[in-house]
Nanobody, 118 residues
Framework: QVQLVESGGGLVQAGGSLRLSCAASGSTSPPYLMGWYRQFPGKQRELVGTVTSGGTIDLADSVEGRFTISRDNRKNTVDLQMNNLQPGDTAVYYC????????????WGPGTQVTVSS
């Protein structure tokens, strides 16, 4: 069964960097879409960045210029490089995977905490 395995969260000071990684373990083919969302306390999950299997990137305006997202279709992984982190980036970050363009349901990872101190 497909499982999203997340890594890379942690505590960092403002201006620092973290790299989040997510692997669609057990996937028999590259998911149509993989990416990262984040959730602030009391808020809905919001887009950080996604990449389709064809390489189309959707990146939130709030992180453009600081974050980059990439994926490896051969490894079924997606990475989020986060630079110049700010306290406003503090949230739980969730990996998302959508297996097919024909089905709207998606899988979510368990979430990894990113905390940025001032």
């Amino acid at each position: 069964q497909v499982q999203l395995v997340e890594s890379g969260g942690g505590l960092v000071q403002a201006g620092g960097s973290l790299r989040l990684s997510c692997a669609a373990s057990g996937s028999t083919s590259p998911p149509y879409l993989m990416g990262w969302y984040r959730q602030f306390p009391g808020k809905q999950r919001e887009l950080v960045g996604t990449v389709t299997s064809g390489g189309t990137i959707d990146l939130a305006d709030s992180v453009e210029g600081r974050f980059t997202i990439s994926r490896d279709n051969r490894k079924n992984t997606v990475d989020l490089q986060m630079n110049n982190l700010q306290p406003g980036d503090t949230a739980v970050y969730y990996c998302k995977s959508r297996a097919s363009v024909w089905r709207s349901n998606s899988m979510w990872g368990p979430g990894t905490q990113v905390t940025v101190s001032s």
